[in-house]
């Protein structure tokens, strides 16, 4: 498996580990997009959210918690972004992963979502509303 994400759990390429356990790794993103910035990840490959099973996202996102508050202790941001891009173009790599971006200001990072407050019709929700329970 051509994955880079698996050769650094695997230790074929170095990182700067912060936490491991039987099912799950983290370690600092390369590109430190602020003071930080840690991927965590599965130890199993799945390519993206769409591959998590539910026992899977128990074990990677009871790790969340226990990162953001080491980062916060550590490094006293004014808050922090817990991301995860999916697919292309939002995703680059293929093995799932979560951002955690501690927050410090004027950091020049821009993370906000458009708000588009008041210009939708409640029945326009409800739509969607359906539209998602449907699915689920
Ligand atoms: P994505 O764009 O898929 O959400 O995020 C992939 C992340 O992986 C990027 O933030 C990028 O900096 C990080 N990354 C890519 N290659 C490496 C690597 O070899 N080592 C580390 N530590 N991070 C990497
Ligand atoms: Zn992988």
Redo the contacts with the bound molecule.
């Keep these: 498996m051509d994955c880079?994400f698996c050769k650094?759990i695997e230790g074929k390429?170095p990182?700067?580990k912060v936490y491991e356990d039987e099912n799950v790794f983290a370690?600092?993103?390369?590109?430190q997009?602020t003071k930080g910035h840690t991927?965590i990840i599965p130890k199993e490959h799945i390519k993206n959210v769409y591959d998590l099973t539910e026992g899977m996202a128990e074990n990677i996102f009871k790790v969340v918690p226990k990162i953001a508050k080491a980062l916060k202790t550590a490094f006293n941001p004014i808050g922090i972004n817990i991301?995860?891009?999916n697919e292309k173009p939002?995703?680059?790599?293929f093995h799932f992963?979560i951002?955690l971006v501690p927050r410090y200001e004027n950091d020049g990072m821009e993370l906000s979502t458009v708000n588009n407050y008041g210009k939708f019709s409640e029945e326009y929700f409800m739509t969607l509303v359906k539209d998602i329970k449907e699915n689920l």
């Design positions: 880079i650094i390429i990182s700067y370690f600092l993103d390369i590109t997009g991927l991301i995860s891009n939002l995703q680059s790599v992963h951002h």
